[in-house]
């Protein structure tokens, strides 16, 4: 299987603080982990590029410095909100690369969602 | 530059009746193509890829997908819809840049009435 949890499922906060949500891959190594953010009825948007050991490779128009994004292990990423507004209210969800074989045989696979409402 | 097109926002399908949801694509060399199904309020399962091989491909859930090079197409195929199969339909292309991260199309509502 290729299973990818994410905490937490909904978060509520005020303007103005931080928000941590993780991405775990539960049966298999990800050196690589995507985030993306979605609006209602909208496509995924594609946030930054987790790589484990490395920095983060940011999408064109995303704050790295709001968007903090750490892949501490091979299993674990995490994507910190700072200095939350409204604005950033949205559906964040990740997905996790699993490569079987080649570089090419790869899937990526993806956490259930984490709802974010900023007040 | 890869990219993918989902012409239809919204295919509407009887119960027991046949359904396909379209997928075009543009890419540059050889094309890595991907479906997800997303039910509301919740994150992409991933149903079935192409990646080299049969033209047909099969997935979960008794989903297909016919690959067709000569008219650039991958469009995701059940021959008996259910009501359950209702919710937002992906395709996706992997990109030929450094990251291979994905690229998405717009989604189709698919909507499965009893």
């Known amino acids: 299987g290729a299973v990818v949890s994410q905490h937490p499922s909904r978060v509520i906060c005020k303007s103005g603080t931080s928000v941590k949500i993780e991405c775990r891959s539960l049966?298999?190594?990800?050196?690589?982990m995507f985030w993306y953010r979605q609006f209602p009825k909208q496509s995924l948007m594609l946030m930054a590029t987790?790589?484990?050991?490395?920095?983060?490779?940011?999408e064109q128009g995303v704050e790295k410095d709001k968007f903090l994004i750490n892949h501490a292990s091979l299993t674990l990423s995490t994507l910190t909100v700072t200095s939350a507004h409204p604005e950033d209210s949205s559906f964040y969800i990740c997905?996790?690369?699993?490569?079987?074989?080649?570089?090419?045989?790869?899937?990526?696979?993806f956490g259930p969602g984490t709802r974010l409402l900023v007040l | 530059a890869q990219s993918v097109a989902q012409p239809e926002d919204q295919v509407n399908v009887a119960e027991g009746n046949p359904l396909t949801v379209k997928c075009t694509y543009s890419?540059?060399?050889?094309?890595?193509l991907f479906w997800y199904v997303q039910y509301p309020n919740r994150g992409l399962q991933f149903l079935l890829k192409?990646?080299?091989?049969?033209?047909l491909v099969k997935g979960s859930y008794g989903f297909e997908a016919e690959f067709n090079k000569s008219q650039t197409s991958f469009h995701l195929k059940k021959p008996s819809a259910l009501v359950s199969d209702s919710a937002l339909y992906f395709c996706?292309?992997?990109?030929?840049?450094?990251?291979?991260?994905?690229?998405f199309g717009t989604g189709t509502l698919l909507a499965v009435q009893p």
């Open positions: 996706a292309v992997r990109d030929d840049g450094a990251t291979n991260k994905l690229i």
């Open positions: 192409y990646i080299t091989g049969d033209n």
């Open positions: 987790s790589n484990e050991g490395s920095k983060a490779t940011y």
């Open positions: 049966d298999f190594q990800a050196t690589t």
């Open positions: 997905s996790a690369r699993k490569i079987a074989g080649t570089a090419y045989q790869e899937t990526q696979y």
């Open positions: 890419v540059s060399g050889n094309p890595y």
